[in-house]
């Protein structure tokens, strides 16, 4: 048997990435434990609002305009993260006289809504911009295209990528120079799997900025999602040389690290991160998952519980401490953990595919296969659950099926499942072998 865990970082962008990990099993072929690692792509929303709006909107003022004072203030607020203060005073703003009438209202509706947008009322902030919008024929392109820019964020904070890649574009097209346009449409290119794409974008960021540490940490990212590790380990140590305090980057360094096996490396990391944010949830997470995978299970634990201490709703953490405590065949704390989860996520894919898991050792074979099902309902592509499913089947003496599940495992397989895919070949010849005997 084997288990699937689970680890993310751009607001956000969560990218899961699962890992065999190999558990011991009556059979020779083993399940799949579905853990997930996360990388932290988190350098969007806060982040990236106020690095481009550092300016603000009084650069886009006369000088000899007498409210630019008053939008000095409400940029200096903004700066500050009083988003609240900053809200009021630029619609205090745009109720005030101006020669650029039309045009500061559109750049003040701009600055309520970037304010209202890092408060992480992204609906609200788009129904502000798009007011906005209504003004944006009297702006010039460079404000123009920081308006595009902050609806293409909103957006994307919400999930709605494909409008978010829509509106960096158009801001692109009026701004050609702004790396953190070309940061975001990257993030939101990884989000939809189109990784060649998001690396043409961080390329042409790091182009503008040969120092854009944010752009090197993604690109890692993206490397990592390709299996690249060699580069993936380059850019995230170029991140770290340009920045040693970025957190995000040991984190996902260790991901590489943990990727390649080299958990000694990956602990290495995290314990880096988590000394420069002790309360990195996601990085507890991921040690405990090395430790998990040297055998330290107790170590092992012991993070989870520190990840959920800081974030009782972090279903990850729930998933992961299941699968350490099937492992060590305590099933019944083990499904404990899955079902607090599933409690979280009813759609959580490892979750139901490590229940499942969990009811087969316990020779629950209905239970197991009706849990694989429901991992299947929410992810009709999971490679994990096809492979457990079909040793089910096995168990069950359901030949036909195993095979037929074998076949589905071998179609979403990739690179990481090298070994499943020659035992599940093996599997297919032994029990096709077995029907032509039996007829």
Not at 187 to 196: C, I, L, S, V
Not at 231 to 254: C, F, T, V, W
Not at 301 to 330: S, T, W
Request: proline content about 1%.
């Amino acid at each position: 048997m084997a288990i699937v865990f689970g680890i993310v970082g751009v607001v956000a962008l969560i990218i899961t990435i699962y890992f065999g990990l190999i558990a011991p099993s009556k059979k020779d072929t083993n399940k799949i434990l579905k853990n997930q690692e996360l990388l932290d792509k988190k350098i969007m929303g806060l982040e990236k609002n106020l690095q481009t709006f550092r300016d603000g909107i009084a650069e886009h003022v006369s000088k000899d305009e007498s409210i630019r004072a008053k939008v000095e203030k409400a940029d200096s607020s903004f700066r500050r993260e009083k988003y609240k203060e900053s809200y009021r005073l630029y619609r205090e703003a745009s109720n005030l006289p101006s020669s650029q009438k039309n045009e500061l209202l559109g750049l003040l509706l701009m600055g309520q809504g970037i304010s209202v947008g890092a408060q992480c009322n992204y609906l609200k902030s788009i129904e502000i911009f798009k007011k906005a919008l209504e003004y944006s024929g009297c702006m010039k392109d460079k404000g123009k295209s920081k308006l595009f820019y902050n609806i293409g964020l909103s957006y994307q904070n919400i999930g709605s990528i494909d409008l978010a890649i829509e509106y960096y574009s158009k801001a692109i097209k009026l701004n050609s120079v702004d790396i953190w346009v070309y940061n975001n449409r990257g993030n939101a290119y990884t989000t939809k799997g189109q990784h060649e794409r998001a690396i043409e974008d961080y390329n042409k960021a790091l182009k503008l900025d040969p120092d854009f540490v944010s752009a090197y940490n993604n690109r890692g990212n993206v490397y990592y999602l390709l299996y690249d590790y060699v580069r993936s380990l380059k850019d995230h140590n170029k991140a770290i040389e340009l920045n040693p305090g970025y957190d995000k980057a040991y984190n996902n360094r260790g991901l590489t690290y943990a990727a390649r096996g080299d958990y000694e490396h990956a602990i290495e990391d995290y314990n880096k991160a988590l000394s420069l944010n002790q309360k990195y949830t996601m990085a507890y997470n991921n040690r405990g998952i090395s430790h998990y995978k040297r055998g330290e299970y107790e170590l092992a634990i012991q993070d989870f519980n520190k990840a959920i201490a800081l974030d009782p709703e972090y279903k990850r953490a729930y998933n992961d401490r299941g699968n350490v405590h099937l492992i060590m065949c305590e099933y019944e704390r083990a499904i404990k953990n899955f079902n607090k989860a599933l409690e979280l996520d009813q759609n959580f894919t490892e979750a139901y595919c490590n229940r499942g898991n969990t009811y087969a050792e316990m020779g629950e074979y209905e239970r197991a296969i009706e849990d694989y099902k429901k991992a299947l309902d929410s992810d009709p592509e999971s490679a994990e659950t096809y492979f457990n499913m079909a040793i089910t089947y096995e168990d069950t003496g359901e030949k036909e099926e195993a095979i037929d599940a074998y076949e589905d495992f071998i179609k979403y397989a990739n690179l990481k499942h090298t070994e499943q895919i020659r035992s599940a070949k093996k599997r297919i010849k032994e029990l096709q072998k077995a029907i032509e005997q039996k007829k």
